[in-house]
C-alpha cells in the first residue's frame, strides 16, 4: 500500500556495520519530522553484508532497536528498495557504499512518482579524506554535519568543485546525551563511593602498530600501579573475531595476555554511555568517546604521546585544550577544554540547545516529504561522465553497472538462502576475520625480517 494512504511513517535504514548502525538508526529516529510520533513511526534495519557486519552480541550492546532487521546483500537491498515504499531512507555505509546505493537507487527508481527521502553522513569526526568521502555521499537529500565546524567544511568542498551544496544540514552526533559529569568521586569505605576512575578509549586501527599499541597498554598499565587508589579501565570496541567499523589485526585483549596486571586494572566492554556514567576521566588517542565525553562535561585527554598527527586523528583536537601525554596525566594533569573550540563541535551544549540542534534537518525532510509532485532523481556529483575511470569500480564492488543497474550473475533478491548458504557465509566471513587478525599480522612481520 502506498505510504500516502497511510498514517503511518516508514523508514529504513542500511548500515555496514555496529557503529554505523547505532549512528544511523538514531539518526533516523532524531530526524522523525514534529507531527509524527514514535507510534505512527515504523523502523525497518538492513545490514550490509560484509567483513564488519554486527554480529548479534554487538547489536545487543548498541542497544538500538527495529521493527525488522536482516541481513542483506547491495543487490538484494535494491531490490527490495524497488518493491517497498518508504518515506526516509538513512545510508550509514562507507562512502563507496553510499555512491554505490545511490546510483542503484536511481536506477531501481527510474520512473517512480514517489521516493524516499535519502539521508546520509559520518558516524562521527572527520579527521581523514574529507573531499573523497563527501563526494562520495553527493547526491543524497541530507548529507549531515555534525557540527558548525563540519557543515562549513562540507559546503566549502562541494562548492569548490561544482556541486549543489544544499543538501549540507548542520546537525549533532545523535548518540551525545547522559547525565553530566558532577565532579570527582574519591574512594570511601565508609560511604561505600566508587574509586576515581580512568578510562581508556580503544579504536580497532588507531594506532594500527603492535609496538604503538604496547606502548599505550603499557603506559595504561603503568597509571594502574602508580595510582592503586583509581580504578583504570580499557574499553574495548570489540571481541576477537569480531569487527566493527574499522578492521581490528591486534586486538588489546592478545597484546595484554601473560602481562601482569594490577588489580585495579581491567577490560570491560558495553555501551559507552553506561561506562561514561561512571567515569572520571576519559583518555583516548581520537576516538569518537572524547566527545560524548566532552558533551557530558566529563574530564577528556586526546594523547600526544605518539606525536599530533593526521594518521591518527589527533590532529582534529588541535585548539581544544584537551591534548596531553601519559607524563602528564601520571603527574596529575587536569585537561580544561576550551569552550570556543567545544562549541564549534557541536557538544556540550546546554539548555536544550542539543535537542534542538536535529530542527534543521526535521524541518528539511519535512518539506521535502510534503513537495508537490515527489522528489527529483537522485543527482550524484560522480557520474560515468565526470568520472569515468573512478565510479565503475565503486558500483561494479556491489555488483552494480555503469549505469547502477545489477550485473548479470548478481546474487537474486527473491532467494532466501538455504542453511547450507548460511553456513558457508558464516564460514567466509569467520576465515575472513582469522586472516585479517592472525594470518596478516604474521606475513606482515616476515616480510619485516
Known amino acids: 500500500m502506498p505510504v500516502s494512504a497511510t498514517k503511518s511513517l516508514r523508514v529504513a535504514v542500511l548500515a555496514d556495520s555496529d557503529t554505523r548502525w547505532k549512528w544511523g538508526a538514531l539518526t533516523a529516529k532524531r530526524l522523525i519530522p514534529d507531527e509524527n510520533d514514535d507510534s505512527d513511526v515504523r523502523l525497518d534495519g538492513y545490514l550490509l553484508r560484509g567483513r564488519a557486519t554486527p554480529t548479534a552480541r554487538q547489536l545487543q550492546e548498541v542497544g538500538v532497536h527495529a521493527d525488522s532487521l536482516r541481513e542483506v546483500t547491495s543487490v538484494e537491498f535494491l531490490r527490495e528498495m524497488e518493491q517497498q515504499s518508504y518515506d526516509i531512507l538513512v545510508l550509514s555505509l562507507v562512502g563507496g557504499g553510499v555512491q554505490a546505493m545511490l546510483h542503484g537507487l536511481r536506477a531501481a527508481w527510474a520512473g517512480r512518482e514517489k521516493r524516499p527521502v535519502v539521508v546520509t553522513g559520518y558516524v562521527g569526526v572527520v579527521y581523514e579524506k574529507l573531499a573523497d568521502g ?8 541530507l548529507v549531515l554535519a555534525n557540527s558548525r565546524q563540519d557543515a562549513e567544511r562540507f559546503r566549502a568542498v562541494y562548492d569548490g568543485v561544482g556541486a549543489d551544496s544544499t543538501a549540507v544540514t548542520e546537525v549533532a552526533l545523535p548518540f551525545l546525551g547522559g547525565a553530566p559529569y558532577e565532579g570527582e568521586h574519591q574512594p570511601s569505605a565508609k560511604q561505600g563511593r566508587r574509586p576515581y576512575t580512568v578510562v581508556f578509549a580503544a579504536q580497532p586501527s588507531v594506532p594500527d602498530s ?3 599499541r604496547a606502548y599505550l597498554l603499557d603506559r595504561l598499565i603503568q597509571h594502574a600501579r602508580r595510582h592503586p587508589e583509581r580504578e583504570v579501565l580499557l574499553k574495548l570496541r570489540s571481541k ?4 566493527t567499523t574499522h578492521i581490528e589485526e591486534l586486538p588489546y585483549q592478545k597484546l595484554v595476555q ?15 554511555g553506561e561506562v561514561l556514567d561512571h567515569t572520571d576521566l576519559l583518555v583516548t588517542v581520537s576516538s569518537t568517546a572524547a566527545l ?15 606525536g599530533i598527527r593526521e594518521t591518527l586523528g589527533n590532529h582534529h583536537f588541535v585548539g581544544s585544550g584537551c591534548l596531553a601525554s601519559w607524563d602528564q596525566l601520571d603527574a596529575g594533569h587536569h585537561p580544561a577544554p576550551d ?3 567545544v562549541a564549534r563541535q557541536g557538544v556540550a551544549a546546554g539548555g536544550g540547545s542539543y535537542e534542538r540542534a536535529f530542527d534543521a534537518g526535521r524541518e528539511r525532510i519535512a518539506k521535502l516529504l510534503a513537495r508537490h509532485g515527489g522528489l527529483p532523481p537522485l543527482n550524484p556529483y560522480y557520474t560515468p561522465e565526470t568520472a569515468p575511470g573512478y565510479l565503475p569500480g565503486i558500483l561494479a564492488r556491489h ?8 550485473l548479470p550473475g548478481a546474487p537474486a533478491a527473491d532467494k532466501v538462502p538455504g542453511p547450507v548458504r548460511q553456513i558457508v557465509r558464516r564460514a567466509a566471513r569467520g576465515a575472513y576475520r582469522h586472516g585479517v587478525q592472525r594470518v596478516a599480522p604474521v606475513i606482515r612481520r616476515m616480510g619485516e625480517l
Not at 576477537?240 to 569487527?243: A, L, R, V
Not at 560524548?292 to 604521546?305: A, N
Not at 555488483?399 to 545489477?406: A, E, K, N, T
Open 339 to 341: 569552550a570556543e573550540w
Open 240 to 243: 576477537p573475531g569480531e569487527h
Open 292 to 306: 560524548e565525553s566532552l558533551h557530558r562535561r566529563i574530564p577528556t585527554v586526546v594523547l600526544t604521546d605518539l
Open 258 to 272: 601473560g602481562k601482569d596486571v594490577p588489580a585495579n586494572f581491567r577490560l570491560v566492554y558495553g555501551h559507552m
Open 134 to 141: 563527501l563526494l562520495l555521499r553527493h547526491g543524497a537529500d
Open 210 to 212: 603492535r609496538r604503538d
Open 399 to 406: 555488483h552494480l553497472g555503469p549505469d547502477g543497474v545489477p
